[in-house]
């Protein structure tokens, strides 16, 4: 049974910085296409960063360089590190493998 577990989502200040994980159980992450959505209140759920096949990450229009998606495959751990965050980035945080979602993690981005 696959189990995706997100983490570090919080409160942050505009301009700063969040990593979250995405800590993936009955399978191998090197195997599969990670996704991290994000869905904002009352808005659709958007692709925030993908991490596939060739370690090629793909990111959403709107990170323009803020983001940066990487694995940890030994721990089978998919991380997003965020940085100059701004109140639009507040949201709820999924991690996506195949058919399988974590509960997601909420980042808040206020003063």
């Known amino acids: 049974q696959v189990q995706i577990v997100e983490s570090g989502g919080g409160l942050v200040q505009p301009g700063g910085s969040l990593r979250l994980s995405c800590s993936v159980s009955?399978?191998?992450?090197?195997?599969?296409?990670v996704t991290w959505y994000r869905q904002a209140p009352g808005k659709a759920r958007e692709l925030v960063a993908l991490w596939g096949s060739g370690n090629i990450p793909v990111y959403g229009d709107f990170v323009k360089g803020r983001f940066t998606i990487a694995a940890d495959n030994t721990k089978n751990m998919i991380h997003l590190q965020m940085t100059d965050l701004k109140p639009e980035d507040t949201a709820v945080y999924y991690c996506?493998?195949?058919?399988?979602w974590g509960q997601g993690t909420r980042v808040n981005v206020s003063t």
């Open positions: 996506n493998l195949h058919e399988f």
């Open positions: 009955g399978t191998t992450t090197s195997m599969y296409v």
